[in-house]
């Protein structure tokens, strides 16, 4: 009986242990309790580490009820406000208050929550990759295609930075390889109020507009004018520098664009996700010329962090170089990975 009794008391302080170390607490809607140590919370899903899963434990944001934690975090709100500091939940969790680092409280609720951050999280806790693959073989012809699509991420405080590479390509026998290789990185510095300013390089070849290399420089602003745990929706804007080279003979050129469009992310239906833009570039010294970019790609989870992805990508140019075509599209089916 005195065994039981300090076996009891052993395991309560333990218990005690654990839950000091771990300062972070959930209050499920369904009653359940998990402590552990918050990393992050994005697109409506919060990642916490506990002292007994191998693995980090993911709840859906819409599942929580209430929220307590000594750690400090950057939190992005529905209005595009950006606060750095400790959260807690309030009045049975209908009210969330932020404690700022500067000394400020703001009152708030889980659901104008859009984004958190643990700050003291490592590069690998704020980076984020993924990679796709496609291929198929036809005996006639020996017809061979294939298509890689991948992505490298990270966030900061401020700031994000994203890095890309895609290739597509399709041969036969007793006919020139076909190839479509883009190249990239972007990057954005977030404001108030869900402005952001925007910068990017980007590098396109493509046999199917006679385009040896295209180098395209842009720098604008924009803003989100939906950020939810369910969406995010922004519109852009800026200037462009288009520099071409053929592969035809044709002399190269370069021209000022204007560029404007929008980007859509929606990633509260279920395991599905997608994310959809399109950019217009009406040129200011090519007098009556537009180009136009146009993405889609439906994504649907798999487990293991395994995806498989339908996607299109179009490009339009009512001028393209002498015997190029003026519209060029890839529809792409492939499995993926993502980190």
Known sequence: MRFKKNLLIGYCLLLGVVAQAQKDS???????IIVGE????????????TAYSKKDFTVEWSGIKEIFSKSHFLVTL????????????????????????????????????????GLKSDFWS?????????LSFTKANNLQQY????????????????????????????VAETKRTEGGIAAKYFLQKDWYLAASLNFLSNTEQALDLRTTGK???????????????????????????????????SSLEAYFGSELNLFDIGDLSLLSNIWAYPSLTENGRW???????????????????????????????????????????????EL
């Not at 704020?126 to 496609?134: F, H, N, P, Q, V």
């Not at 490009?315 to 990975?337: C, H, M, Q």
């Open 126 to 134: 704020r980076a984020y990759a993924s990679i796709d693959l496609g």
């Open 38 to 49: 918050i990393k992050s919370m994005d697109k409506g899903v919060l990642t916490i580490e």
């Open 219 to 253: 720098l604008g602003i924009g803003k989100y004018l939906v950020h939810t745990n369910k969406q995010y929706w922004g519109l852009g804007a800026g200037l462009s520098l288009n520099n071409e080279r053929f592969t035809n003979g044709t002399a190269s050129r």
């Open 26 to 32: 959930l209050v499920l809607k369904n009653g359940d």
């Open 291 to 337: 180009r136009t970019d146009f993405i889609f790609d439906l994504k649907y989870d798999l487990p293991l962090d395994l995806y498989i992805k339908l996607g299109f990508t179009l490009n339009y140019d009512n001028r393209p170089a002498v015997k190029g075509k003026e519209t060029d599209y890839v529809l792409a089916f492939s499995i993926g990975w």
């Open 78 to 117: 529905t209005n595009g406000q950006r606060i750095k500091g400790t959260v807690e939940s309030v009045e049975a969790g209908k009210k969330i208050i932020i404690n700022g680092d500067d000394g400020s409280k703001t009152e708030t609720t889980l659901g104008e929550m859009v984004f958190l951050k």
């Open 147 to 174: 298509n890689v699509r991948s992505k490298f991420g990270y966030l900061a405080d401020k700031w994000q930075t994203d890095i890309f590479y895609d290739d597509t390509r399709s041969k036969q026998d007793s």
